[in-house]
């Protein structure tokens, strides 16, 4: 490969951005993972069984297979870990092209970081292991983890982007 084509692969995978979003992301990562490290081995909560926290949030060990709500519990494992890491490929070359500041570079990194996460549990325990139950009035939402935190985190902060008045002067001047 040749200088010229190697810049401008590195130019087309690292930018301005990249490096907060690369910290974000492992800080997601190692947070969501250690947590569910502890979960399983230090605390060994049992598989489905609720441990009251406070009136309105219990600890329960669950694997989902498949994604939000439950929806794809047939797809398999390698399907949606495929689709996870692709997703997170796709978001890394956002972020790497993106200059225009922080919140875009975290609300990535949080997006991807959750991604990767679940995708490992996906490879490692057949689902991803989620915990957090929230519950009011004997209505339960469903069960969540640190990466799905994440996710719906950068996925907040995207929109909060997107309304920013940077983006729309840059889209007014285009």
């Known amino acids: ?23 974000v992301i492992v800080v997601t990562f190692v947070v969501d993972q250690a947590h ?15 441990i009251y926290v406070t009136p309105f949030m219990d600890l329960v060990y669950v694997i989902n297979r498949g994604v939000s709500y439950g929806l794809l519990d047939n797809a398999g494992p390698w399907l949606l870990t495929t689709f996870a890491v692709i997703v997170a490929g796709v978001l ?18 949080l997006i991807i970081g959750g991604a990767l996460a679940n995708a490992l549990d996906r490879v490692h325990l057949g ?27 950068g996925v907040v902060g995207l929109l909060y982007d997107s309304f920013g008045t940077s983006r729309n002067d840059a889209s007014k001047a285009a």
Request: with cysteine; charged share 15%.
């Open 1 to 23: 490969m040749s200088e010229r084509a190697a810049t401008g692969l590195l130019r087309w995978m690292w930018g301005p951005c990249s490096r907060i979003g690369l910290w």
């Open 92 to 109: 890394w070359v956002w972020l790497s092209q993106a200059d225009t500041g922080r919140v875009l570079a975290v609300s990535l990194g």
């Open 127 to 153: 689902g991803v292991a989620d915990f957090f139950s929230f519950h009011a009035f004997g209505f339960y939402w469903y069960v969540f983890n640190i990466a799905d935190v994440a996710i719906v985190a």
């Open 36 to 50: 569910k490290w502890w979960m399983i081995n230090v605390t060994q909560i049992p598989k489905g069984q609720r």
